[in-house]
């Protein structure tokens, strides 16, 4: 990390005039937050634009979007408002941290206790937990259950618990995590809410309150009075939803390139996903039709293929191990494509390990993966340590 920058990486940022959301390359310094373009896997330079952060303030977790429960957002001294999205609750919280760090870095004391985490909590007397689920099921303000899936198993009416971790600190039921874990356990203990499925089922055996809750975004709850289960019948269970109900590994914002070898036409093509429509099936088997879907990673210019960088939210699940990657700039949290990592070979790539055709800055930050159909993914990590991580994680599980 250069002199001067105190994190640097992948955001989600929406934008000023149209409110879509773009991947920006972000480089926080002490008074500044610098976000890039990037081009071709190159940070563009100078940078797109910049936020003073002196008078700026910080609102972490912000709920102002329901489909994007990971936001940062920031607001100038001139009322300029800055919303920002990480690949994870873990990612989020590290730059809201090291943001707070540098709004306030002349003022040490107040860095230490917006971040200390108390070791006990007890509900203030002036809040009921009758309140507070009544605000919970506010239409406006409160929290959505909506149908989540969990090993093949659909449930209607159910929320996350990291999302009602982030509400409870949001409407300052709790001033941190902490508390907020400690509360939400009240309120099942008070049978105000329930959890459901396997993950959040095994933790209520703990005899700790504080750990009985789960801050995570796996695990599934609901309202008491509200609890039902809907189970996909196993006839009607595709591969898409055995694939998505493995334990979540690892995610983060990676960049990427996809080659294969169509199987009838015989020609190498360049393609976004190797997923294919029918059924939501996904597959490492492109059919006749999936040349022409490829033209959203390849352009044709001038007799041969200009390769695209796209930016894509990479997630890691095991039993069963596959890799997944979604489209951060899309509101639906499906995967644009993923494989099966069973027969997967990963290594890392230096720049003079690099075929030719494959454009990018990758200083070292390059590996590939191909899969056992020969589908090669090239993939940049934001640095040479995060890529040691995924090779690892990786090959923990092929």
Not at 161 to 176: K, T
Not at 208 to 215: I, R
Request: charged share 25%.
């Amino acid at each position: 990390m250069e002199d001067g920058v105190l994190k640097e990486g992948f955001l989600v940022k929406r934008g000023h005039i149209v409110h879509n959301w773009k991947v920006r390359w972000f480089i926080l310094q002490q008074n500044t937050l610098l976000y890039y373009k990037l081009e071709g896997g190159r940070k563009v330079t100078p940078p797109k634009g910049r936020i003073l952060l002196d008078g700026c303030t910080i609102t972490c977790p912000c709920l102002e979007y329901e489909s994007r429960p990971l936001l940062i957002k920031l607001k100038t001294r001139t009322s300029t408002e800055y919303f920002l999205e990480a690949c994870s609750r873990e990612d989020r919280d590290a730059w809201a941290f090291e943001i707070t760090g540098a709004i306030h870095a002349g003022q040490p004391g107040k860095v230490q206790q917006l971040h200390i985490l108390k070791n006990s909590f007890k509900l203030p007397p002036h809040i009921s937990l009758h309140r507070i689920v009544d605000k919970m099921h506010d239409s406006s303000t409160g929290i959505r259950p909506s149908p989540n899936m969990e090993q093949g198993s659909t449930y209607k009416k159910t929320f996350i618990g990291s999302s009602l971790v982030d509400w409870l600190i949001s409407n300052n039921f709790a001033a941190s995590r902490l508390e907020a874990v400690t509360l939400a356990s009240m309120l099942m203990e008070e049978n105000f809410l329930r959890p459901i499925g396997s993950r959040s089922l095994g933790a209520i055996r703990s005899g700790d309150l504080a750990e009985q809750f789960l801050d995570d975004s796996t695990a599934l709850y609901t309202f008491a009075e509200s609890y039902k289960k809907t189970t996909t019948p196993k006839d009607e269970i595709n591969l898409s939803a055995v694939e998505l109900s493995g334990t979540v590994v690892k995610q983060g914002y990676l960049a990427k390139q996809v080659q294969c070898l169509h199987p009838d036409i015989g020609i190498s093509f360049w393609s976004e996903a190797v997923y294919l429509p029918r059924k939501g099936l996904a597959s490492t088997r492109p059919d006749r039709s999936l040349e022409r879907r490829s033209r959203e990673g390849m352009e044709e210019h001038e007799g041969h293929k200009r390769k695209n960088w796209k930016v894509r939210r990479f997630v890691l699940r095991k039993d069963p191990a596959f890799l997944h990657y979604y489209d951060p700039s899309k509101e639906e949290n499906r995967p644009v494509g993923g494989f099966s990592l069973r027969g997967s070979l990963v290594s890392a790539l230096e720049d003079n390990g690099v075929p030719t055709g494959v454009k990018g800055n990758v200083q070292g930050n390059l590996f590939k993966v191909i899969t056992k159909d020969d589908i090669h993914y090239y993939i940049q990590a934001s640095s040479k340590a995060e890529r040691v991580e995924w090779i690892e994680a990786i090959k923990k599980l092929t």
